[in-house]
């Protein structure tokens, strides 16, 4: 079992920065690969970013590549998404989520057992 909490989400204008953190709790942290996904009123659910577990390989959905930064402190137990060049299309509610154990899919939300409560961004034009 794992406990997710996450902060910094806020309100920040277009072309903007903000840094998401997600600490961890429960079981050795280092054992789970971590992902971000994020939803908005109405629609489903969207991967965002995942990193594995020692931090060493990390995956983006198009629409945020080269603009977020997925990365891990295992000795913190916190999972970070760093977000630059910010787009009003990027205002969601940012979820953080984990998994245990191998073959399955980062990009798909059934394959995380646990979830954070999530933490909204706004971004205004």
């Known amino acids: 079992q794992v406990q997710l909490v996450e902060s910094g989400g806020g309100l920040v204008q277009a072309g903007g920065s903000l840094r998401l953190s997600c600490a961890a709790s429960g079981r050795p942290f280092s054992m789970y690969t971590m992902g971000w996904f994020r939803q908005t009123p109405g629609k489903e659910r969207e991967f965002v970013a995942s990193?594995?577990?020692?931090?060493?390989?990390?995956y983006y959905a198009d629409s945020v590549k080269g603009r977020f930064t997925i990365s891990r402190d295992n000795v913190k137990n916190t999972v970070y998404l760093q977000m630059n060049s910010l787009k009003p299309e990027d205002t969601a509610v940012y979820y953080c989520?984990?998994?245990?154990?191998?073959?399955?899919?980062?990009?798909?939300?059934?394959?995380?057992?646990?979830w954070g409560q999530g933490t909204q961004v706004t971004v205004s034009s």
């Open positions: 990193i594995n577990e020692s931090g060493g390989r990390t």
């Open positions: 989520a984990a998994y245990y154990g191998s073959g399955r899919n980062y990009y798909t939300r059934a394959s995380y057992n646990y």
